[in-house]
């Protein structure tokens, strides 16, 4: 069963860049099939999605963050990293980093699409 | 972006008591509809794929359904361990959005 961990610093002053490296086991990243994603939760609030990275370093992110965010992926590590830059008191929140499959009918058809593991979630403080 | 409510955000209830959230969307997304339950400090848990397919290893009180714009996620008898939060989410674009999360707290 696969697994997720996120690391990096619990603490980032405003308007410098946050990076955190999620690792990934139990699956490779390079098998394919699934997208790695991040997604934040503020603090008493909902979930925000970040964005997502295939293991060809085909990206997608949320329009909201797009000008400050970047993933990637380490292919021969198994993992895959955040960096927002520019943090702001707002982007305070638990980082959760998380694994998107899709579902596809015998016909190929794709039907559906879930978030199917996550990581435990890392909280990011920022302040000066 | 696709945008998604929820009702009720906050809901008491009973163990042994019948619980539906309704999960409404702002365009159609066929299928592409998730529910999560997440507890207090941890990460969120899958509990039903394309709006009414049980994950494995997910009670069978759980059931989902709906298509199109309307969702219900329905837990048939409440247990303890079901007080938590539960979000709707849907993939079917860019960018993904989660709904805005039902509180089920014990009455």
């Known amino acids: 069963q696969v697994q997720l961990q996120e690391s990096g610093p619990g603490l980032v002053k405003p308007s410098q860049t946050v990076s955190l490296t999620c690792t990934v086991s139990?699956?490779?990243?390079?098998?394919?099939?699934?997208?790695w994603s991040w997604i934040r939760q503020h603090p008493g609030k909902g979930l925000e999605w970040i964005g997502y990275i295939y293991y060809s370093g085909t990206t997608d992110y949320n329009p909201s963050l797009k000008s400050r965010v970047s993933i990637s992926v380490d292919t021969p590590k198994n993992q895959f990293s955040l960096r927002l830059n520019s943090v702001t008191a707002a982007d305070t929140a638990v980082y959760y980093c998380?694994?998107?499959?899709?579902?596809?009918?015998?016909?190929?058809?794709?039907?559906?699409?879930?978030?199917?593991?996550w990581g435990q979630g890392t909280l990011v403080t920022v302040s000066s | 972006d696709i945008q998604l409510t929820q009702s009720p955000s906050f809901l008491s209830a009973s163990v042994g008591d019948r619980v539906t959230i309704t999960c409404r969307a702002s365009q159609g997304i066929s299928r592409y509809l998730v529910w999560y339950q997440q507890k207090p400090g941890k990460a969120p848990e899958l509990l039903i794929y394309?709006?009414?397919t049980l994950q494995s290893g997910v009670p069978s009180r759980f059931s989902g359904s709906g298509s199109g714009t309307e969702f219900t996620l329905t837990i048939s008898t409440l247990q303890p361990e079901d007080f938590a939060t539960y979000y709707c989410?849907?993939?079917?674009?860019?960018?993904?959005?989660f709904g805005p999360g039902t509180k089920v707290d014990i009455k």
């Open positions: 139990g699956g490779s990243i390079n098998s394919g099939g699934y997208y």
């Open positions: 394309a709006a009414s």
């Open positions: 989410q849907q993939l079917n674009s860019h960018p993904f959005t």
């Open positions: 998380a694994r998107v499959r899709y579902y596809y009918e015998r016909s190929g058809y794709r039907y559906s699409g879930s978030i199917d593991s």
